[in-house]
């Protein structure tokens, strides 16, 4: 089951690879109960719906890139992804401490490296403004607030990998776009073995974002781009 979720891409595990997410997997739902972490905690719909979904983003994120996974939560996809590819650098950042705590524990125990922020969104930008090569979100918000939330911590030439499910959310996410230095660069679409739809927005930075962004006071949601 664990191999054929990425038959039809070029993503291969190991056997260590499928150690370290068996174990994530059972972390998770061990410790799931204390954190409240997920509704998710079927083994098989991990797997697929956490796990599989996360490490598709690896056919967008160029080799040695580094990576910061903005609302992580769980750790998902920074943590699926890195160790799919341990090539990459990763940075988690979520604004509730236990989430932090719960990654932090979990990387220490598979022997994973990652840097561990608990902040807000709109307060971490504001000390690593054009930082890293790809910013990630997944099932964090709609596309204008997500766009917003990632876009200042990109490098000039980076990307921000948005995690969704169709292009739905493209036409809205238009002007959040334009304002904030980002281009739709290309998309790509998946299904998983439960037939479920996925869909990744590759945004290239092809402008400095204004250092306004993201706004503070939950602007983004109160008031999106």
């Known amino acids: 089951m664990k191999q054929f979720i990425f038959e039809n891409t070029n993503i291969q595990l190991t056997d260590k690879m499928v150690e370290q997410l068996d174990f994530y997997c059972d972390f998770l739902r061990t410790e799931n109960e204390k954190y409240n972490l997920t509704a998710i905690t079927e083994r098989v719909e991990v797997w697929e719906k956490h796990f599989a979904d996360s490490i598709l983003g690896s056919v967008a994120i160029p080799q040695n890139a580094t990576l910061c996974d903005i609302g992580s939560g769980a750790g998902f996809p920074a943590l699926p992804l890195k160790i799919a590819r341990p090539d990459i650098k990763v940075t988690l950042v979520d604004s509730l401490a236990k989430r932090i705590n719960f990654v932090t524990m979990l990387c220490d125990h598979i022997g994973v490296a990652g840097r561990f922020e608990h902040a807000r969104a ?33 490098k000039l030439g980076g990307i921000v990998l948005a995690y969704k ?59 999106p781009l």
Not at 127 to 148: G, M, N, W, Y
């Open 122 to 154: 709109e307060d971490f930008a504001k000390t690593h403004s054009e930082t890293f090569d790809v910013a990630t979100a997944r099932a964090v918000a709609p596309l204008p607030i997500l766009l917003e939330y990632t876009a200042q911590i990109v």
């Open 165 to 223: 499910t169709t292009l739905d959310e493209v036409d809205e996410g238009k002007n959040a776009a334009k304002v904030l230095g980002l281009k739709l660069e290309k998309h790509f679409a998946f299904n998983l073995p439960n037939g479920s739809n996925r869909c990744l927005l590759v945004y290239r930075k092809v402008a400095h974002t204004p250092r306004v962004y993201p706004r503070g006071q939950n602007k983004p949601r109160k008031m």
